[in-house]
């Protein structure tokens, strides 16, 4: 009997990474396989039995490193040794948790999302999809694009292995509609220089809250409510500015201007006429130059009183004594800032 020696085939050779992140898969291959030759695989240096047959073998959901043995074998002879391929797991971080205060917006605003106890050594990614999608942002916050519809973002954090969370988490922005621009029942509000003007909401509607401003965008709070009235009196030209806010505290788009001018009232009038008469003599007082489109109101004080008589000549009846009146001149929305004040003096006959 002849006995013929056969080479054993040669140990193979595998090709690829064998690092992963818990619970990936990871694809074997005998880096350039030989015609003839069967490979097997094993999880033992020697004996056991086999995993799969084939230049490539697939480990799925590693969850604990561990080590794949393959051989090679020319139908008669098996390589000497298998070849012992280790594969390394790397831990993944946890699902992300992120604050819970912010997963609301406005229609036509941004939400900002923050992760909550960010750890420093991870990278936090966020996404538009629960698996694959774009890439948004990365950081432990991230603003939303514009929103004008509920909306889901997905965030997961990726360790120094570059392995990231097993899922992402999902986090829903709900969005509230913004109320509509208020509308204001004068658009422009006239006063008299000096006075304080108020300017209001037409039809303030339950559930809304109204603000005032002096910028249309920003500025200064002036007032909260339907109803605004200057805190100081208008002595020149303003422009105030009003938004509604809702109960999801989502204000309207725009604010509604309302113009405010202080408008000087005319001249103090100059009285002209008899001021010294005698007891029954008749009486005639007059503005001197009147005004067209002036109205001239005659009073008994300098401030308030009783209202004597309109008209541009005032002829008292009756004096039996010294007297006063007042006469202030009005333009139809403004009166003089003062009243021009005549005394009339009386004197008594003289018995002869």
């Known amino acids: 009997m002849i006995f013929i020696a056969t080479a054993a085939p040669a140990q193979p050779v595998i090709a690829g990474g064998t690092t992963v992140c818990n619970g990936d898969t990871l694809r074997l291959s005998v880096q350039t ?12 240096a020697t004996g056991g039995t086999p995993l799969a047959t084939g230049t ?5 959901a590693i969850s604990a490193s561990t080590t794949v043995y393959v051989e090679s074998s020319n139908g008669t002879c098996a390589s000497a040794i298998r070849t012992a391929v280790t594969i390394t797991v790397n831990p993944v971080p946890g699902a992300v948790t992120v604050d819970a205060t912010a997963k609301s917006a406005c229609a036509g605003g941004t939400a900002t999302l923050n992760v909550t ?10 996404y538009n999809a629960a698996t694959g999608g774009s890439l948004l942002g990365t950081g432990t916050s991230f603003v939303t694009p514009i929103l004008t519809a509920n909306a889901s973002f997905y965030v997961e954090a990726v360790n120094t292995s570059n392995c990231a969370s097993n ?5 829903t922005v709900t969005v509230s509609p913004a109320p509509a621009t208020p509308t204001v029942t004068a658009g422009t509000v006239t006063v008299c220089t ?3 003007p108020a300017a209001s909401v037409n ?10 401003y002096d910028a249309p965008s920003g500025g ?10 200057s805190a100081t009196p208008l002595t020149t030209r303003d422009t105030i500015y009003v938004e509604a806010v809702n109960n999801s505290s989502c204000a309207s788009g725009s604010r509604a201007q309302v113009i405010l001018i202080a408008s000087a009232g005319p001249a103090v009038p100059v009285i002209v006429g008899n001021t010294n008469v005698c007891a029954g003599a008749p009486i005639s007082l007059s503005v001197q130059s009147p005004q067209a489109g002036i109205t001239y109101r005659w009073y008994d004080a300098a401030n308030g009183g009783s209202l004597l008589f309109t008209g541009s000549t005032y002829a008292p009846t009756g004096l039996t004594a010294t007297t006063s009146f007042y006469v202030e001149s009005d333009n139809g929305t403004c009166a003089s800032a003062t009243r021009a004040a005549v005394t009339v003096t009386i004197s008594p006959v003289r018995q002869r």
């Open 220 to 229: 200064m709070l002036l007032f909260t409510g339907a109803t605004y009235t």
């Open 203 to 212: 039809n303030p509607q339950a559930g809304l809250t109204y603000r005032w």
């Open 56 to 60: 490539s073998y697939t480990v799925n």
């Open 33 to 44: 396989p030989t015609a003839g030759i069967t490979y097997t695989w094993y999880s033992t």
């Open 167 to 171: 899922d992402r988490t999902q986090v």
């Open 194 to 196: 000096g006075n304080r």
């Open 117 to 126: 106890n960010p750890h420093a050594t991870l990278i936090y990614r966020w």
